[in-house]
């Protein structure tokens, strides 16, 4: 289970939200561009620290101005995936994969295996040597879940995972990442600008103005909320 | 009717030959003023090797002179270089990446050295670390002297050689996108790792050609080094001292050692080309 309050001001106002995610929910945020819904996940993983507020995962408190606890990125344990995957270019796919494992200092014969059979899982063994230049979108994306979920996180956080995905793959794509998170059985965060995204990834969705949660509720509830002009934008298309 | 017979009139001096001419005749004057600019480059350099025959080049290679300043500048450039790198690299990162008071200041502290001229510099380090110096007298309490050894020699390079290594690294750095930084931490790497297998093997290409800039400067280092470690063979006179001093007697070394110099300086462009390029 996932708790948040995170306060932070921004440039062109301050974000405030408070939300929860169970274990094996998945939450969607959806929301204008620049309503801070990144940002909310760049909190949530460490990457940006609240001006106040806490934030628990599970029994470990990862943020509290309470009692001045700021756990570093690094020890956090929570998988984020970004927009653009941030495959890192000067390595292969499956040292991308293995860069976690090696920073947690496991031995190198297991954690080869355990890159090995992620790669399995994700149907990449034939690309485990290929620099990660020369993937599609698609294989990008596995790449990046791979990397990410190699390392068991407590917590998974995927900004606009299909937005890279070329159209006629997304459909696919978007199946296989739902049964992955739902295998995780972890809570999940999904930051999307896509309708088909929020139906079939949603178990929960929030809509997030100028920093602000101001609807949570399961997908029917939310998109029902036609007077709000960017959800009858958004579930209009 | 008139506007058709203006713009004949009009077709007529377009393609008139009056026009033509002048158009013809700006090409050939850039073209001239280029071939004679390149002349002016290159002239020079060509009489270096047309003044000299191979073989009183091969003899000046065995002169001790030239042997000891082209051992002593490899060395001291080397390590001077190599000086640069280990604190210039750090203090690079931390300006592309942290901002702090006084930053800007830093910035241009460091760049200062490109626009110093280096009899400034020579004297500057002269005041800061001889004998009776700044800091020098201090020194030479515990015993140490570090103006007119070859200690200076590499002072005096690192001084007017780091801006060269350090303003290259701090663009490499600040080229690099952020996300790969943030996707390292998320992923459990200390911000030592991040650094050290992310941020540097991304900008390595950069930091290779600041580095090779920074070593043909360190190379080529004359006024600051001859005023700050003076000119003594084999000990502080490298090879641009070298040359000054043998051409007033020994004009084969010390064309022989311009020549290896000119070597070094296209090696030296090669090399950042190829470096920048492949981006190896």
Redesign the interface.
């Known amino acids: 289970m996932l708790s948040v309050r995170a306060v932070r001001g921004l440039r062109d106002f301050v974000l405030d939200v408070t939300l929860s995610v169970r274990c094996g929910e998945t939450l969607v945020l959806i929301g204008e561009n620049g309503a801070g819904k990144s940002t909310v996940l760049n909190l949530i993983s460490g990457i940006l620290t609240p001006d106040e507020g806490e934030i628990t995962l599970g029994e470990r408190t990862l943020f509290s101005d309470g009692s001045g606890i700021d756990v570093p990125a690094e020890s956090r344990n929570v998988g984020h995936l970004f927009q653009s995957y941030a495959l890192f270019p000067h390595m292969t796919v499956s040292e991308n994969v293995a860069f976690g494992l090696q920073c947690r200092k496991v031995p190198r014969p297991e954690a080869a295996l355990s890159v090995a059979k992620q790669l399995a899982a994700m149907h990449l063994a034939d690309l485990a040597n290929v620099n990660v230049g020369r993937l599609s979108g698609g294989q990008r994306q596995r790449v990046a879940l791979a990397r990410a979920l190699v390392l068991e996180p407590e917590l998974l956080l995927l900004d606009e995972p299909l937005a890279a995905v070329d159209m006629r793959a997304q459909g696919a794509m978007r199946r296989e990442l739902r049964d992955r998170i739902r295998n995780a059985g972890i809570p999940c965060i999904v930051v999307t600008h896509n309708l088909r995204d929020a139906l079939e990834l949603a178990d929960r969705l929030c809509l997030v103005e100028e920093g602000r949660v101001v609807a949570d509720g399961t997908p029917e509830e939310v998109l029902g909320m036609r007077e709000n002009g960017f959800i009858a934008s958004f579930a209009g298309r | 009717m008139d506007s058709t017979r203006f713009r004949q009139e009009r077709e007529v001096l377009r393609h008139g030959g009056r026009t033509r001419f002048p158009r013809g005749a700006l090409t050939l004057l850039i073209v001239a003023l280029l071939a004679l600019f390149l002349l002016f480059v290159t002239l020079p350099v060509a009489s270096l090797f047309l003044r000299i025959s191979p073989e009183a080049f091969l003899r000046s290679l065995a002169e001790p002179v030239v042997l000891d300043a082209l051992s002593l500048s490899l060395v001291t450039a080397t390590v001077s270089t190599a000086i640069v790198v280990l604190f210039g690299t750090p203090l690079a990162l931390v300006n592309a990446r942290r901002d702090y008071p006084g930053r800007a200041l830093v910035d241009t502290l460091t760049d200062l050295p490109i626009v110093l001229p280096p009899a400034v510099a020579g004297i500057a380090l002269l005041m800061a670390f001889g004998r009776r110096g700044v800091v020098g007298q201090y020194l030479d309490g515990f015993g140490i002297s570090i103006a007119f050894t070859t200690v200076a020699v590499i002072l005096a390079q690192v001084f007017v050689a780091s801006p060269f290594y350090i303003r290259q690294a701090r663009a490499s750095f600040e080229a690099i996108?952020l996300?790969?930084e943030?996707?390292?931490?998320?992923?459990?790497?200390?911000p030592a790792?991040v650094a050290l297998?992310?941020t540097i093997?991304?900008a390595w290409s950069g930091l290779v050609s600041g580095a090779i800039l920074s070593f043909a400067r360190a190379l080529g280092e004359f006024g600051a080094t001859i005023m700050f470690a003076g000119n003594f063979q084999g000990r502080t006179q490298t090879m641009p001292l070298a040359i000054y001093t043998t051409m007033q007697g020994d004009l084969d070394a010390a064309i022989s050692l311009a020549i290896i110099l000119v070597v070094i300086s296209f090696a030296v462009i090669a090399a950042v080309k190829i470096v920048t390029q492949r981006g190896i």
């Open positions: 996108d996300q790969y943030d996707a390292a931490r998320t992923l459990g790497a200390s790792t297998r992310i093997p991304l």
